[in-house]
């Protein structure tokens, strides 16, 4: 489960950015998750709350946004965005993609007290 992994790694981030503000608590969180990210929603949600107890964190409102992916389709020289894997070009049906972004998590915003 990677989820968990990349739980803790966002959580250290929080914590980091919270004490630098002097934050007594983090109150809500906003993650990006790209399209193609190979992230399990509800995994990342059981991982977060998991990672947060006992810290600052605790019991904060995890908001997830969900990202298309970019891709750049050779076949018909044009930037696409795409949902899935194996998903061929939206405009010309070709599978000729090479993946630019959407493929990641991202820590967009924190909200503290």
Known sequence: MHELSLCQ???EL???QARAHHARRVTAVWLELGAL???EESALRFG???VCRSTLAEGCRLELTIKPAQAWCWQCAKA???ER???GCPICGGYMLQVQDGDGLQLKQIEVE
Do not use: D
Request: hydrophobic share 50%.
């Open 9 to 11: 790694s966002a959580l």
């Open 14 to 16: 929080i914590e980091q």
């Open 37 to 39: 990210s190979c992230i």
């Open 48 to 50: 977060f709350a998991s």
């Open 80 to 82: 696409v965005n795409i």
């Open 85 to 87: 894997h194996a998903e």
